[in-house]
């Protein structure tokens, strides 16, 4: 297992905010992840909740943005939030696009060359990163939690449904709920998985397909901004809900008037999404 070196780390609600770089064994680049560690983690492990960001995000937009540390703090949470894709893979093209390449790893193994060479985020997040919190940190391993937003949203409820015995808790914020219907998700799947939208391998990604197919033992919980301006173009959340319907899945979809894609959105529901996670991983 990769050496960890800590870049910074402050005391923030009586636990301890980190940010570090390790050596990835999925990726072959050093990644870096942000750790908050709560004050009940010094009488012994907790359970971890991981974050996974949209686009152009990294692993400090959450720990910055969304405001979810002194509830953490008080229920005895690790977030966990890693970045949103390998950096400085030496992939031609890497750093032309917002929506593909750096900052844009859609939580998916690549097939597809040259992408296969480095971006393996699905691998990455489902279980090197979890196998090197527990072995590093003081967090449980077996009461996990995922979460994300928009991109790792999609990540989110893709890694709990193909590892449903994992992850004992999963919700999202507007996630992409179609990848293999929408823009961002076509540009995506095509170039990391390849052009061939075979259905075995692009349905493996698509939290709908996924959802008709098999359920999470747990309820699951989504909130989505109705003032979204990515809502009918690339997020679809309907899809979902119909997927859950037709597969029995426990869903709670909730549509918030007023709300847009941003994180003021995020941090107006994330209270509601620690609660949901504490209550599963007590
Ligand atoms: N660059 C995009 C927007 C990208 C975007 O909205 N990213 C979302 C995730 S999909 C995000 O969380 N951005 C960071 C932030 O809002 O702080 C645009 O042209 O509209």
Redesign the pocket.
Known sequence: MSEIATRARHRCFGGSLSFHTHRSGETGTDMRFGVFTPPQADRGPVPALFYL?????NEE?FLI?AGAIRLAAELGLMLVAPDTSPRGAAIPGEEDD?DLGTGAGFYVDATAAPWNKAYRMYSYVSRELPALIEANFPALGDRRGIFG???GGHGALVVALRQPERWQSVSAFAPISNPVAVPWGLKAFSSYLGPDSSPSLWAAYDASLLMAQRRHPGPILVDQGLADKFLETQLLPETLEAAAKAGGQDLTLRRHEGYD???WFIQSFVADHLRWHARALA
């Open positions: 960001a949209g686009l152009e995000c937009t943005k917002w937003h928009s991109m894609h941003s994180y």
